[in-house]
């Protein structure tokens, strides 16, 4: 019998949506998905052999969700070589139709694997990867990492990337609340908010309407030069890109609402 973890909080945040009468409700639609196009000949078997590797490597891609005395839990299924099936195509709209189809077919939940790959193969041998995962079981950093990976044992050239369990991760949070460390930062946060929220940072949690909307975004390019120096800056302080930006991005947030200054 397979050991049963709890689900973090982070995981909680994904599985669970206010629905539109304001209840909490179970969901599947929170999903991650990446699309790794190669345009060379490809070696396939090699190819599912990477993707084997990560899955064999990473304990996280291998999350299965259950119910237990109607309490939703995790588990991990032991490795097991997958034979991935090769889809062949003939356009870039075959390849389109076939990401939209995955895309928008539903994961089953409950102890099933969380995630869809497919290979497709064009016949001049060249070709690529669709993945899509739960969001409970990575986000897109995850993916990133996971074709970094491939792509480094596809070409012989793999850079070891050190694994991080995510069982140690589960045990450190419940620890937490019992930690020191949660002490220290109950005093900090306490005091940033001696006086209550400030109202550009409270989002309120009693809503008359729970109708879902879409959020204005604004896209731009950064001049290559810029991501030279930014890629130059992170490999020399050891931290990822996505830090660097999330780091700007709170700087930003911060300046905005003056919360911190």
Sequence with gaps: MKKKYNLTC????????????????????????????????????????????????????????????????????????????????????????LLNNIINKPLEMLDS??????IYRYKNGFGGIIIKV???MGDGYTLGLILY????????????????????????????????????????WEKIFDSGVPDNAYIPSKKENFSYSKSCKIAFDIDDDIIRKVKKFCKIHEISNSTFYM???????????????
């Excluded at 995981?11 to 699309?35: P, Y």
């Design 134 to 136: 739960n969001h409970v």
């Design 247 to 261: 780091s700007v991005y709170g700087i930003y947030v911060n300046k905005r609402t003056n919360n911190f200054a």
């Design 113 to 118: 694997y969380l995630y869809h790959i497919a």
């Design 149 to 188: 990976e491939v792509l480094g044992y596809l070409s012989k050239k793999i850079k070891i990337i050190i694994p991080f369990s995510y069982i140690s991760y589960i045990k450190k949070e419940e620890k937490y609340p019992f930690s020191k460390k949660m002490q220290q930062d109950k005093i900090f």
């Design 10 to 97: 982070s995981q909680m945040r994904v599985l669970f949506e206010f629905d539109d009468k304001g209840n909490i409700v179970f969901t599947n639609k929170n999903i991650i998905w990446g699309h790794l196009k190669i345009n060379q000949v490809i070696d396939f078997n090699r190819l599912k052999k990477a993707i084997n590797y990560c899955f064999k490597k990473n304990i996280s891609m291998r999350t299965k969700l259950c119910k237990e005395d109607n309490k939703l839990l995790q588990y991990f299924e032991d490795y097991q070589e997958i034979d991935f099936e090769i889809i062949d195509v003939d356009t870039e709209d075959d390849v389109k139709n």
